[in-house]
C-alpha cells in the first residue's frame, strides 16, 4: 500500500539502505530519530482577534554540521512532513559534501490567505517563537515552498533585532542588499538542469521534450533553463493545474501572465496536473510537492528519465515501479542541492564579508553538483540497485563516520 506519509517514506527510503550497507540496529535507531523536534505555535493578532497557527523546527543531524534547511508555509504542513524533510536535508547536504547537518521548519498555513502585513508579523513571529535554534553555527534557515527573499529579509531583521548584533550567516536565501548571494534564487532550477545533463549522458537518455510541474521558484528557473537550452519545455503547471503545447511553450509569456494573474494560462491545451505527469515526454521534472508519482500513476509515466526537483515526489511503491519499467530517477537528495549548495556558498560569503558574482558563484555550484553526480553514479554501477539508493547510501556513509569520530557510535 502506498504511504503518503513523508516521514514513513522516508524512513522505508533509509531501510533500503540499511539493507545494502549492512548497518546495525543502534545505528540505524540513531539515524532513525531525529535529533531535536521543536514545536511552537505562533499568536498573529489582525484587526479580528488573534490566529494561533502551529509551527515546527525539526533537526534530524547536526553530525556534519549546523542544522540547515529551509521553512516552509503551507496548510498540509505537518510534523511528519518537517521531519522527512529535515532527513532528506541531512542526506542532501552529505552528498553534496557541504559542511552542514539536516533540518527544516514549516508553518500550518495558507498564506495566500493573508494579507501581506499578516505574512510580515507570522514571519517575524516564526522566529521570535523559534530563533533561539537559529545561528551561524547552529542552525541555518533558508526559503521552501511559499517563502521567498522577502520573507528571510523580515526574518534576518528579525533575528539580528532579538540578538542585538549583525549576522547574515544565520539564515540564507537573503536578497542580495542583506547579505544574499548572486546566483541564489535560481540555483536549485539551474542545479536541476545540471544534473539532467549528467544524467542525459550516462543513461543515454534520447529526446528533448520535458514537462514540469509546479511553477513556483524551482518549477519556473527550471523550465527556463531547458527551454534556453535546446529542450522543448511542452508543459507546465501549478496548483490550480497547467497547459501543454507539443511544438513547446513560451516560459517568460507564462511567467508573465502568473505573476499578474496567479495562474499558469497561455496558448495551450489546458490539462490537470495528473495529466502532466504522463504526457509523451522523455524527461520528468516534478517541481511541486511530495507523493505526487505514487502507486496509482506510476505505471503510467512515459518519461524516461525524472528529475525529482522537488522533495519526495515520488512514493518507495512508485520508485519500486520505475525501477520495474528501467525508467531513471535521479533522487531529490542529488537532483535538488543546488539550492543548498548555493546557500552554503551564500553562508561562506558571509562569513568572509566578500562577495562573488554570479559566474564565480555559478562555476563553484557546478563543480559541486558535477562532482556529487559522478560519485553517486559510481556507488550505482557499484551497487546496481537505483540512483536514490546511491546517493542515500554515500550519504549514510558520511553521516555514520561523522558520529562515529565525535564518539556518538
Ligand atoms: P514555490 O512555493 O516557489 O512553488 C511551488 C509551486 O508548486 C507553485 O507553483 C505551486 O502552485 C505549485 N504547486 C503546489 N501544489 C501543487 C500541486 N498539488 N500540483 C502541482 N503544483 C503544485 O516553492 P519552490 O521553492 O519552488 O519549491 C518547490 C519544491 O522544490 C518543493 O518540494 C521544495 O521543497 C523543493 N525545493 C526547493 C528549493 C528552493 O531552493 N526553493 C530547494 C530544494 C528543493
Redesign the pocket.
Known sequence: MTKMNPWENALRQLDDVIEVLDIDSSTKDALSYPERVTESRILLKTDSGVDVYPAYRVWHNTARGPAKG?IRFHPQVSVEEVKALSMWMTWKNAVAGVPFGGGKGGIIVNPKELSKGELEGLSRGFVRSLGSLFGQNTDIPA????TNPTIMGWMIDEYETMRGKKEPGALTGKPIELGGSEGRTE??GLGGFYATLNAIKEFEIRGKRVAV???????YYAAKFFSNHGFKVVAV???KGGIYDEQGLDIEKIRATKLKTGKVKGPGKEIK?AELLELPVSILVP???EN?INQNNAADIEAKLIVE???GPTTPDADKILEEQGKIVIPDVLA?SG?VTVSYLEWVQNRMGYYWTQKEVREKMKTVMDGAFTQVHKKYKEQKKSMRVAAISLAVECVVEAMKLRGQL
Open positions: 529551509g526559503p521552501d515552498v511559499n540555483a536549485t510541474q509546479g511553477f513556483g521558484n524551482v518549477g503547471s501549478d496548483s496536473n517541481c511541486a510537492i505526487v526537483l522537488a522533495n535538488n539550492g
